[in-house]
C-alpha cells in the first residue's frame, strides 16, 4: 500500500478521535452545567410535601395587628419590622436548658448555609417569655452567640403575650419558681407581615434549607 494512502488514513482516524474527544468534553460540561443549575435551583413544594416536611401553610395568611415590643438593641419592634422580608419567629428563652438552644442551633446552621442574597430576605427572631429575665442586654448576648444577624425581642408580660396569641404560639409563664412552658413550633411570617405558616419539630437544617427557598420563590406577594 503506497505510503500517502496510510498517511491519509492515519490523519483521518486522528481527526476522528480528535471529534470523539471534543464531542465527549462538550457532552460532559453540557451535563455538568445541566447538574449544577437543577442543584442549584430551588425546589417548589406542593402543599403534601410541604407537610412532609412538617410545614402547615395557611390557606389565607392572617394579618397581624401593630404590636410594640423591643429587639435586643432596646429599639422598637413592631409590625414595621415584620414586613419586607421573610421573618422566622421562635417563642423561646435564654435559661432554656434544651430545646431552645437546639432550635437555635438548626436555625444558625441553616441561616449560614443560604447564599448571601438569600440571606437578605430572611430574618431569624427570638421572641422570649421570659421577660422578667431576658432583658434586651441579655437578649443581644444570647442571639449574636448563634448569628450576628439574629433579632432578640422582648417586652412586658401584657404586651409579648397578647403577641403570642396573635401568633396562635400557647405558652406558660413561669410561676414560683418554674421555667416557662411553650411551643416548639416555628413561626413563619411573609413580606407582607402575614402569618404564612407554621414549621413542627423536629427541625433538620437541610429540610429547612429546602422550605425556606421554596416558600420564598413560590410566593407571589
Not at 430551588?42 to 401553610?57: A, C, F, S, T, W
Not at 446552621?109 to 442574597?117: D, N
Request: aromatic share 8%.
Amino acid at each position: 500500500m503506497p505510503a500517502s494512502t496510510n498517511d491519509n488514513r492515519d490523519k483521518k482516524i486522528k481527526r476522528n478521535i480528535r471529534l470523539v474527544v471534543v464531542g465527549v468534553i462538550v457532552f460532559s460540561t453540557l451535563t455538568m452545567a445541566a447538574l449544577i443549575n437543577k442543584l442549584s435551583t430551588p425546589r417548589i413544594l406542593n402543599k403534601h410535601e410541604l407537610r412532609d416536611y412538617g410545614v402547615i401553610v395557611l390557606d389565607d395568611p392572617r394579618p397581624i395587628l401593630p404590636f410594640e415590643l423591643q429587639d435586643h438593641s432596646a429599639q422598637p419592634f413592631g409590625l414595621e419590622q415584620l414586613q419586607g422580608r421573610w421573618s422566622v419567629l421562635f417563642f423561646g428563652f435564654t435559661h432554656c436548658g434544651d430545646i431552645c438552644p437546639a432550635t437555635m442551633a438548626v436555625l444558625a446552621k441553616t441561616y449560614a448555609e443560604l447564599p448571601e442574597k438569600e440571606k437578605q430576605a430572611f430574618d431569624v427572631v427570638l421572641v422570649s417569655v421570659d421577660p422578667a429575665r431576658d432583658t434586651p442586654a441579655v437578649m443581644a448576648q444570647y442571639v449574636s452567640g448563634f448569628n450576628q444577624d439574629f433579632v432578640g425581642v422582648t417586652g412586658n408580660a401584657g404586651d409579648l403575650i397578647n403577641f403570642a396569641s396573635q401568633l396562635s404560639v400557647p405558652y406558660r409563664p413561669g410561676l414560683q419558681g418554674e421555667e416557662p412552658q411553650h411551643s416548639g413550633n416555628l413561626v413563619l411570617v411573609n413580606p407582607r407581615g402575614e402569618i404564612h405558616g407554621f414549621i413542627k419539630p423536629p427541625f433538620a437544617h437541610g429540610s429547612l434549607r429546602v422550605v425556606w427557598r421554596s416558600l420564598k420563590n413560590s410566593f407571589a406577594g
